[in-house]
């Protein structure tokens, strides 16, 4: 079965625009190829930096955030607006109307979805932010973009976020458990959708940045955030840049990790990921840790930092561990 949204209708050509690092945040919210959905696009729901990045460009943008790569997040933009000139329809909605008017912050929750080569396994992407945003223009449509180019499906995910937007007066447990509950849906989602859009779910792998590489990294635990706890097969690899730590408990059941992380990184303790990586290890978890001196934190594909290629020794990881290649 054809899921309509994923063939271009006859006659559905458009020819929207590209975005550029001279654009602005409110250029990419308010673009038309983004309609209805441009909010889910940048990452400002946290009050103040709404207030810091609305006039700023891109290419402004860039510094005050890390080794953010204005280019590589605006390819990643255009990416998207081509695929919704195709006529292809990009972001799905987590939950019904019914479960938004019961409980309105689900309606910040959902998928952008990219079609892959029919039966090819699925990635799904979560970037970082805190969990008081959701970074997906730096930590989840470059990668989408990258991992799309070899033929992945590739699904990236708007978790909901702290509900005060200050991760520090939200109990940490409350937004993670959040944004676990949208990651189920999500793959749920993705599951019930799997034949129609030719998704390979057998060797799917998690990928996740900062607060992103927390979330993804309990869907591998046995605890109540796990997979097996929602009713589904572990992921076939683990991917994480810069996580955040701890996210126990983990066992000898814990899926194939590789994590990407700097040295120098000043917002999670690099230390902690060490002693992370020492235990998965003696759990006979089999682990790559790629782990640069420099880098700091947020540097996405780590486009022009020391991490740069880090995502295709990650796809060679999860190859190496995927039955479907």
């Known amino acids: 079965m054809t899921d309509p949204d994923l063939v271009p209708a ?19 919210v308010n673009h038309p190829a983004f309609a209805g ?18 006039p ?19 390819d990643g933009l255009n990416f998207l607006i081509d695929l919704v000139n195709q006529g292809r329809t990009i972001f799905h909605p987590l939950y019904s109307e019914g479960e938004i008017a019961a409980e309105p912050d689900k309606a910040a929750a959902g998928l952008f979805f990219v079609p892959g080569a029919p039966g090819r396994p699925l990635a799904l992407v979560a970037a970082g932010g805190g ?3 959701v970074a997906s223009i730096q930590e989840g449509f470059p990668h989408a973009k990258a991992l799309n180019a070899l033929g992945y ?4 995910l708007k978790y909901r976020i702290s509900k005060d937007g200050n991760d520090e007066s939200d109990d940490k447990a409350v937004p993670l458990a959040r944004a676990n509950e949208d990651l189920a849906r999500a793959m ?5 959708r799997a034949d129609a859009w030719d998704i390979g779910l057998d060797d799917y792998s998690v990928w996740g940045s900062s607060a992103g590489g927390r979330l993804v990294s309990s869907w591998g635990t046995d605890g109540p955030l796990g997979a097996r706890a929602h009713g589904f097969h572990p992921p076939a690899v683990i991917i994480t840049a810069y996580p955040g730590t701890p996210f126990g408990p983990y066992s000898a059941s814990f899926p194939p990790y590789f994590v990407t992380a700097a040295a120098d ?3 999670i303790s690099v230390t902690a ?26 540097y996405g594909l780590g486009t022009g930092t020391p991490a740069d290629g880090w995502l295709g020794h990650a796809v060679a990881f999860w190859r190496s561990h995927s039955t479907a290649g």
């Open 273 to 298: 990921l060490d002693h992370v990586v020492d235990d998965l290890r003696s759990q006979g978890v089999d682990v790559e840790y790629r782990r640069t001196d420099a880098g700091g934190h947020g």
């Open 10 to 28: 006859t006659g559905s050509a458009r020819s929207f625009e590209h975005l550029s690092v001279g654009s602005t945040f409110a250029d990419i």
């Open 131 to 133: 969990f008081t945003s």
């Open 188 to 192: 749920s989602l993705l599951a019930e």
């Open 153 to 156: 499906n590739v699904a990236v």
């Open 265 to 267: 990184d000043e917002l």
């Open 56 to 74: 700023l460009t891109v290419e402004a943008l860039a510094p005050h955030l890390g080794a953010w790569d204005p280019r590589t997040m605006v």
């Open 37 to 54: 959905f441009g909010d889910y696009m940048v990452p400002w729901e946290s009050g103040e930096t709404a207030e810091i990045t609305r």
